[in-house]
């Protein structure tokens, strides 16, 4: 028959912040380790994909680790994805583009009507 195992913490429910894995001690008995929450990637805020270059850890230990892991050297580095700097950059400049001929247009038609 199987060895009894009981808990080592108060909180008896099956939850996330409770989970637990079976490990046998040098000593022979089976004892309960109580496991850590799994850490989630931090995500892109505009496509929502996990940023490459930045690790997945719980909130706590991205103050423990130095600024050079938590971001990436690029502008909006630790917050979006390349994909989504490179469309920024792209929109930027096509608005810009689009003011330009704008103004041209409106000196052209402007010297036409004299």
Known sequence: MAQRVTLRKRQPYN?????????KTPGGKLVYHHLK?????PKC?????AL????ALRPRQYAT???RQKTVQR????????????????????????KIVKKVIKSQTKGSKK
């Open 75 to 98: 502008a909006y580095g630790g917050s979006r994805c390349g994909e989504c700097v490179k469309l920024r950059v792209m929109r930027a400049f096509l608005v810009e583009e689009a």
């Open 52 to 55: 490459p270059g930045v690790p």
């Open 15 to 23: 939850t996330t912040s409770n989970r637990r894995r079976m490990v």
């Open 37 to 41: 929450k799994l850490p989630t990637a």
């Open 45 to 49: 805020g505009d496509c929502g994909t």
């Open 65 to 67: 680790i130095s600024r």
